[in-house]
């Protein structure tokens, strides 16, 4: 069949398997303030150069507000705390800069490296390892962009400069308020940081139709370790093609981007639809379907499944379509009919409000919410631990069957597993057009969630053993020499930089080549060319290779 081109859409719904609580819970932080010698000089060379600086810093010792700006994007509450029992205790940052300006990050950098403590930089807080606002070795000083976050629109050339600082629900705020055709390709959740999500790749609704968030980046601004202001130009190519999707706090901080806008229909269709299997066969047979065809549909549809259980026998499926709903129902019935989507499932919106039903805002908001997600999101944090997988070949019974039996173990009480399909213009983008490496012949990418509540050492190593388990059974099943991995997916469990900053270059690419293939060496490469004192670095950062 031959399916129109104007049709740009999303499938998501969710399959759930029984005895699941569905439940996801807040937690509260606690922080940790040792004292920190370094922080007197770090102080005084910062003020030294602006005086309005000295009150965007905040230490343990010299503010009070210290504990709630560091807890402020924290969103996973794993690392919110030193908890001696838990195994993920992490050293807080000595010092918090919130720079409101360019020269205030120059000068950061600048103090920062005299005084010999590294920086670590936030943007949204999702790291799901916590390396942007925690560390398992050395002192450091955390560079929050939370202050850095316009967002300018211009509507002739379709291209928006963005700060990092700024969440996604602030971008496609000002987007939508410039335009109601134009979108950019980027996530689905409103609190992630824009500069975190770039950096890493960056999944999203129209990812058959446009690509990455990454792909479509035409300039930057960055900092580098001198403390220059470089552009797309004055950077150079290589360490253009670095920052987008290279991983982040490695070649610099990218202070703005400037976003390719994409076009999209005044109206879409979406639809909601129950969907419980009755059976672990009935579930296998969904699944298996899914994956046959999920990469072959059209640029425009795109299914994303996400699977857990559910006490009730309850599950939710979701779908976005650019496009009118009476071609969307033609293409998944004759596609996906096990679905068994009808025409009263579905309505239609326009992109801006299928921003908001996907973050699960109620259906009676406005847009004008998402410039409150920082503090009124829908979404909770809860303690969590993530892993992901590529699949180039469909699963078999056997590994479908594995997974629903791991599924209905006690540990996955909070578990989730996302399949997220490729095919489309992901297929068409080379690998090596960024440093994203996962294009044609990727069928779906799996990602792991399992999250739990409590701070007993126990309770943490239970549910982190359930995943690394269910990982370790899907070895057979998933992408070899080497197994694939997404950088913003951080999972320190692949393996880490010596916390001394001398991680040699073999050492990393135990890592290093899971989330990034052939392309790791030339990051590398670019890496002793932008920083060969390895200034900016974390646990899973790209170290120097020099020539």
């Known amino acids: 069949m031959k399916f129109p081109s104007s049709l740009l859409s999303l499938t998501r719904f969710l399959l759930l398997l029984p005895f699941f609580s569905s439940a996801w819970l807040d937690f509260s932080v606690a922080t940790n303030t040792q004292p ?30 210290y504990a709630s700006v560091l807890q402020f994007s924290i969103r996973n509450p794993r690392f919110s705390n030193n908890n001696a029992s838990s195994s993920s205790s992490r050293t807080k940052p000595i010092a918090i800069v919130t720079p409101t300006t360019i020269p205030q990050v120059q000068s950061t950098v600048l103090c920062s490296r005299k005084h010999g403590l590294h920086l670590r930089v936030r943007s949204g807080g999702h790291d799901f390892e916590g390396a942007s606002y925690a560390s398992l070795s050395s002192p450091f000083v955390l560079l929050d962009l939370v202050n850095l976050r316009s967002v300018t629109v211009d509507v002739p050339s379709k291209s928006a400069w963005a700060q990092s600082g700024a969440v996604l629900a602030e971008v496609y705020h000002s987007i939508a308020s410039a335009s109601r055709t134009l979108a950019f390709p980027a996530g689905l959740c409103p609190t992630v940081g824009l500069g975190g999500h770039i950096s890493g790749g960056g999944y999203g609704t129209t990812l058959r139709k446009f690509g990455m ?20 130009a004055a950077m150079g190519e290589d360490v253009f093609w670095a920052i987008r ?23 879409l269709s979406a639809f909601t639809v ?28 795109m299914i994303l499944v996400m699977i857990g259980a559910v006490d009730q026998g309850n599950s939710t499926k979701q779908v976005m379509y650019l496009g009118g709903k009476e071609r969307l129902l033609r293409v998944m019935n004759e596609s996906f009919p096990e679905l068994g989507l009808k025409e009263e499932d579905c309505k239609e919106m326009s992109w801006i409000e299928s921003v908001l039903h996907f973050a699960n805002y109620p259906s009676n908001s406005t847009y004008d919410v998402l ?23 469909p699963l078999p019974e056997s590994a479908l069957q594995g997974i629903w039996s791991r599924v209905h173990q006690v540990e996955a009480g909070a578990a989730l597993l996302h399949l997220i399909p490729h095919g489309g213009m992901m297929s068409r983008i080379s690998d090596s057009s960024t440093p994203y490496p996962y294009r044609a012949g990727t069928v779906y990418k799996i990602q792991y969630y399992v999250a739990w509540s409590g701070e007993q050492k126990e309770v943490e190593e239970r549910h982190l053993g359930w995943i690394r388990k ?3 059974f899907l070895t ?3 992408s070899k020499n080497p197994r694939g991995a997404y950088a913003n997916s951080r999972d320190l469990d692949l393996g880490m930089n010596d916390p001394t900053g001398e991680t040699s270059y073999e050492q990393a690419r135990v890592w290093g080549e899971q989330y990034f293939k052939h392309n790791f060496e030339r990051l590398a490469r670019v890496k002793a060319a932008i920083d060969p004192s390895n200034f900016f670095r974390n646990e899973q950062s790209v170290p120097p290779l020099s020539m």
Not at 42 to 62: R, W
């Open 213 to 232: 968030a990454a792909d479509n980046i035409r300039d930057a601004l960055l900092v580098d370790a001198d403390g220059r202001v470089l552009d797309r």
């Open 371 to 393: 410039l409150k997600s920082r503090t009124d999101s829908p979404i909770s944090f809860a303690k969590l631990k993530a892993k992901s997988d590529y699949v180039g070949t």
């Open 476 to 478: 057979p099943f998933v």
């Open 245 to 267: 999707g290279g991983g982040g706090n490695t070649y610099g901080i990218v202070v703005s981007w400037k976003l390719k806008l994409v076009r999209v229909p005044l109206r």
């Open 274 to 301: 129950s969907r419980t299997a009755s059976s672990d066969a009935e579930m296998t047979k969904l699944v298996d379907r899914y994956q046959r065809v999920t990469d072959k549909l059209p640029d425009d549809l």
């Open 470 to 472: 269910l990982h370790e």
């Open 36 to 65: 920190q010698p370094q922080y007197h000089d770090l102080l005084h060379c910062l003020c030294s150069q602006e005086d309005a600086i000295c009150n965007l810093i905040y230490t343990a010792q010299n503010s009070t507000a």
